[in-house]
């Protein structure tokens, strides 16, 4: 399914983002859907990884909310850490992350 933010407006959204609905009208099955995986088509739209082919048909209006989804991070024991620090995590001992990503989902 894809979305259209109102004209004129963007939405602040990215790919990989997890979306909520509410106060949609019309297609009121989608304020009942769990978090749901979005991919951004450009500013004004994007994509919803949902089947809405059983859906009734939208009305108007809706608020599409971000929603932060655990992830599960999983990382090496200390003594395989120590042999090999690099391959330990994402951000292993020796390797300095990108900051200009710092507090947005990647």
């Known amino acids: ?24 009208e019309g ?21 919803v990884h949902v089947d809405a082919t059983q859906f009734s048909s939208y009305t108007r209006n809706g608020i599409a909310e971000n929603v932060k989804v655990p992830q599960k991070v999983s990382f090496h024991g200390l003594k395989q850490s120590i042999h090999n620090p690099i391959a330990s995590s994402k ?16």
Do not use: C, W
Request: a negative charge; proline letters at 5%.
């Open 1 to 24: 399914m894809i979305v259209r933010v109102q004209e004129g407006k963007r939405h602040p959204f990215q790919d990989g983002d997890y979306i909520k609905f509410s106060e949609v």
């Open 27 to 47: 297609m009121v099955e989608a304020n009942s859907l769990e978090p749901t995986l979005i991919t951004s088509i450009d500013k004004e739209s994007f994509k």
């Open 91 to 106: 951000f292993g001992m020796l390797e300095t992350p990108d900051l200009r990503f710092f507090g947005r989902s990647d």
